[in-house]
């Protein structure tokens, strides 16, 4: 992945503007950023601010992906990451168990209900908290159950034939290191595509667990 030249300078100026923020998501934005410049010092300290900050008052889905992406962070830093994996993990099975009674049967409908995006918040979370346990065959059942409801037309294209971590997944698997290596391939072309239309700003946190899967794609690769 690759910063624009032109994004260099300010997105610099904006990481020392936030650089004493007390706000847990301005500390993972900060995080990103100075991953994307590739300096891992910094990255490394602004991940240990904002998984050691006070966790927020969520509930269900939304306090999953936090704790999840509190877990990504920590595996960064090659600590242990299983207690906030553990309660992510059962979040969303509570979430996806009060969802599903209530799907429509049309999930491609232009307007979603409110149990249909529980679902999909829930199925992509476990897909994901699956991988970051390195439980295979788990990651795959739950793409495959993603897949279900959540229409071709909402994925990003290269997305539509699987999942960037369900590739790596299915190559750990198999020991197919050809599988890993697309699925990676596929996470960072993701990324560098996110930064190139502005939809990526590193100075915000949105796609902070997007470049950890990344990294960690790579590190299981490496058998690191």
Request: net charge negative.
């Amino acid at each position: 992945m690759k910063i624009p030249d032109y994004l260099n300078k300010p997105l610099l100026e904006q990481l020392s503007d936030q650089a004493d923020t007390d706000d847990y998501l301005v500390m993972r934005g900060s995080a990103l950023g100075y991953a994307l410049l590739n300096e891992d010092e910094k990255r490394d300290e602004f991940i240990h601010k904002f998984v050691e900050s006070p966790e927020p008052d969520f509930e269900g889905n939304k306090l999953a992906r936090e704790l999840q992406a509190r877990a990504t962070g920590l595996i960064l830093l090659n600590q242990k990451s299983n207690d906030l994996l553990d309660r992510a993990k059962e979040l969303f099975e509570t979430e996806l168990e009060k969802a599903i009674p209530d799907l429509p049967e049309d999930v491609a409908i232009d307007v979603a209900p409110e149990p249909l995006i529980m679902a999909r918040q829930a199925r992509s979370g476990l897909m994901e908290n699956a991988f970051l346990r390195k439980d295979w065959d788990a990651c795959i059942r739950e793409a495959e159950h993603c897949r279900l409801i959540i229409p071709d037309a909402l994925l990003y294209q290269p997305h539509r034939e699987g999942y960037p971590i369900e590739f790596v997944a299915k190559g750990m698997h198999k020991d197919d290191k050809e599988m890993v290596t697309k699925g990676i391939e596929m996470q960072e072309e993701f990324l560098q595509y996110v930064i190139e239309v502005g939809y990526l700003k590193p100075w915000e946190e949105a796609y902070f667990v997007s470049y950890a899967l990344y990294i960690i794609s790579i590190r299981y690769y490496l058998g690191i």
